[in-house]
């Protein structure tokens, strides 16, 4: 079965800008760029399958915007893959994406710290 992009190729991609210091990912996240504005540090929650169907391939893209740290964390049956495990954004104006590669298995890429 075909998924069809939530939005057309031809135009720019949406921003879904958060300035809280919590965010669950949603499905309307997919394929968007996630900007996380906060002084405070920030965490992201990163949805079993149960709690929300990303199909496997889905990506997201997230940047940092703010001073406060950017942590990732998995819910439920969720697992986070990335180098070292290192599950924080680096600094400030650095991105990251998520990539879906198997239900509940995610990889985080990009420059993280511990």
Avoid at 70 to 94: E, P, Q
Wanted: charged residues 15%; glycine residues 8%; hydrophobic residues 45%.
């Amino acid at each position: 079965m075909q998924q069809q992009i939530p939005f057309p190729a031809t135009t720019a991609r949406p921003i879904n800008a958060q300035t809280g210091t919590s965010y669950c990912l949603t499905l309307r996240d997919m394929y968007r760029l996630v900007t996380l504005d906060n002084v405070a540090p920030i965490t992201v929650t990163v949805p079993a399958h149960d709690e929300v169907l990303f199909p496997v391939g889905a990506q997201i893209d997230v940047l940092q915007v703010g001073d406060g740290k950017v942590t990732f964390t998995a819910s439920g049956a969720a697992t986070l893959h990335s180098r070292d495990g290192n599950l924080s954004i680096a600094a400030k104006s650095v991105g990251v994406s998520l990539v879906q590669r198997s239900e509940n298995v995610w990889e985080l890429i990009g420059d993280l710290v511990a």
